[in-house]
């Protein structure tokens, strides 16, 4: 079945180291986000990429970074920059990129702590 | 800008009621599109409707249905003979033509639970 994977589901990692956060997809689609959900609030969007090899800022790229090398990938890194990375982070994908009306298809889910 | 509001943060009902999830958005663009999405326990947002700004029909899904009046600028949710299954945080979403790609503005999410 297609489908978008995160992994790991659970991460923890100690204040002031990087880390990155998996999403692939098999659904071949062009778009690919990551958000961001903090508890009581709405998604944020950190980063999307419309074709491979390019990508744009969404509302709050501060502290991370991404790469879309493939098509099927699009890893999302936390910096030790992002003064505040624990969160559940979503990563989604939709058909055709450019069109505002696509719906998005989002993977399980990373949460991450950092202490 | 645009903006999403669900005044509602959590909404707690006993099985086989009736309940209405509220959404209000704001605006400048006049083409755009409404979603909601609903997330269960498992965290994975699930795709429940979309609707255009030039569609004002209301829609009715087996016990799902929602209402989209332009005049007030809201899009509301209904659940009718509320299960259990239907516990989960429901959003709701905008996205304008303007915008590019699929970028979507969400609300802050309600918090359903359908008690027993």
């Known amino acids: 079945d297609g489908g978008i994977t995160q992994s790991p589901k659970y991460l923890f990692r100690k204040e002031g180291q990087n880390v990155t956060l998996s999403c692939e997809q098999n659904l071949n689609h062009d778009a690919m986000y990551w958000y961001r959900q903090d508890p009581g609030q709405g998604l944020r969007l950190i980063y999307y990429s419309q074709i491979v090899n390019d990508f744009q800022k969404g509302d709050i790229a501060e502290g991370y970074s991404v790469s879309r090398e493939k098509k099927e990938s699009f890893p999302l890194t936390v910096t030790s920059a992002q003064k505040n990375p624990t969160a559940f982070y979503l990563c989604?994908?939709?058909?055709?990129?450019?069109?505002?009306?696509?719906?998005?298809?989002f993977g399980n889910g990373t949460r991450l702590t950092v202490t | 800008a645009q903006k999403v509001t669900q005044a509602q943060t959590e909404i707690s009902v006993v099985e086989k009621e009736d309940v209405t999830l509220d959404c209000v958005y704001e605006?400048?663009?006049?083409?755009?599109?409404l979603f909601w999405y609903k997330q269960p326990p498992s965290g994975e947002l699930v795709f429940l409707i979309r609707r255009n700004s030039f569609d004002e029909q209301n829609e009715i899904s087996g016990r799902y249905s929602w209402n989209f009046q332009k005049s007030t600028s809201s899009f509301n949710f209904t659940i009718t003979a509320s299960q259990v299954v239907d516990s989960a945080v429901y959003f709701c979403?905008?996205?304008?033509?303007?915008?590019?790609?699929?970028?979507?503005?969400f609300g802050e999410g309600t918090q359903l639970t359908v008690n027993p």
């Open positions: 605006t400048r663009d006049t083409t755009y599109y």
């Open positions: 979403a905008l996205s304008e033509a303007r915008t590019s790609g699929s970028r979507l503005t």
């Open positions: 989604a994908s939709s058909i055709p990129g450019s069109s505002y009306n696509s719906p998005l298809h």
